[in-house]
């Protein structure tokens, strides 16, 4: 005689991923005044197991023991929903449903395929070349990190986890210090709370501007310094005399040697950025069609860069 089972079943919906513990914290729906309980599962690519956790939601969350296997899991959406069915008994239930990281790689990789350029390597290099000023450490990795704002969002796939919708988003990103403009790919909630971030980065996709848009670019620098003046002005309030040079701060009580070196050190980038843009100009010198017009472009910026070494 088969043995009977009784399946309790219990309804259970995600609280947060505790990604450094590769955890999800799963709530259990108790009865108005008892204590909450709260399960934990793996995140990852192994057995997605089911255990009790200790001091959550927001304590440690350590596991504690396994799901019974009699246990029937009734995962819900935010709302209690039941969205589908899971547990700890395999012959019931032979796969547990994917990840949130799966569900997004999957998405991913559907999307990827068309999107070549797409790559981890490099953007840092790339972003820092776009400065005109020597950058410190420090300054490196604000330039590289902090200036920059999310321009527009596009999205370019969806998919559902857990009764939710997410998607595959195109963000374009532009630098507030420099004309830099990139794109960054992401998985996230298509409907996001206020200060919610995405739920996975993919990649960059950036690309070096023609050597047409740098020499302009450049000369549009060289001319904007040769022009500018280093603004000195009084802070009444702190009795400090404060320097800036378009639009920068360069310091306080600074001396006459100081106020020129701060301008000389910004023309130096200027000169260092156009030899390495004129370099790379006559790699391409065999090429008619890329180095059309830009001949009266450098003969310009060559005039500039005289009148700056006088």
């Known amino acids: 005689m088969e043995e009977k089972r009784d399946n309790k079943e219990i309804r259970v919906r995600l609280h947060h991923i505790d990604r450094g513990n590769c955890t999800e914290v799963w709530e259990v729906q108790t009865e108005k005044g008892k204590p909450r309980r709260y399960l934990g599962r793996d995140d990852g690519y192994g057995p997605k197991e089911w255990y009790t956790l200790c001091d959550a939601p927001y304590g440690y969350c350590e596991r504690d023991c396994h799901v019974r296997e009699d246990l029937t899991l009734i995962v819900c959406d935010k709302d209690w929903n039941g969205v589908l069915r899971d547990g700890t008994d395999r012959e019931r239930f032979p796969e547990s449903f994917p990840s949130l990281d799966e569900a997004c790689n999957e998405a991913w990789s559907k999307v990827v395929k068309v999107l070549p350029h797409v790559t981890h390597k490099g953007f840092g290099q790339w972003i820092t070349k776009q400065s005109f000023l020597p950058l410190s450490q420090t300054e490196e990795l604000n330039w590289r990190d902090s200036y920059y704002e999310e321009e527009a969002s596009e999205i370019l796939s969806r998919f559902t986890w857990i009764g939710e919708e997410y998607a595959i988003f195109k963000v374009t990103q532009r630098h507030t210090k420099c004309d830099a403009q990139w794109y960054e790919y992401y998985a996230g909630k298509t409907n996001r709370q206020e200060h919610e971030w995405y739920t996975r ?110």
């Not at 603004?231 to 020129?260: A, K, N, P, W």
């Open 201 to 310: 980065f993919f990649g960059y996709e950036y690309h070096d501007r023609h050597i047409s848009d740098v020499l302009r670019t450049l000369g549009r620098r060289c001319d904007d310094i040769i022009r500018t003046a280093v603004e000195t002005r009084t802070d009444h309030y702190y009795g400090r005399t404060v320097s800036c040079f378009m639009d920068e701060f360069i310091g306080y009580d600074l001396s006459h040697e100081q106020v020129r070196d701060a301008k000389e050190c910004r023309l130096r980038k200027a000169r260092e950025d156009y030899d390495e843009a004129n370099a790379y100009y006559y790699k391409l010198k065999e090429n008619e069609e890329s180095i059309r017009g830009i001949e009266l472009m450098l003969h310009c910026i060559r005039q500039q860069i005289r009148k700056m070494k006088r």
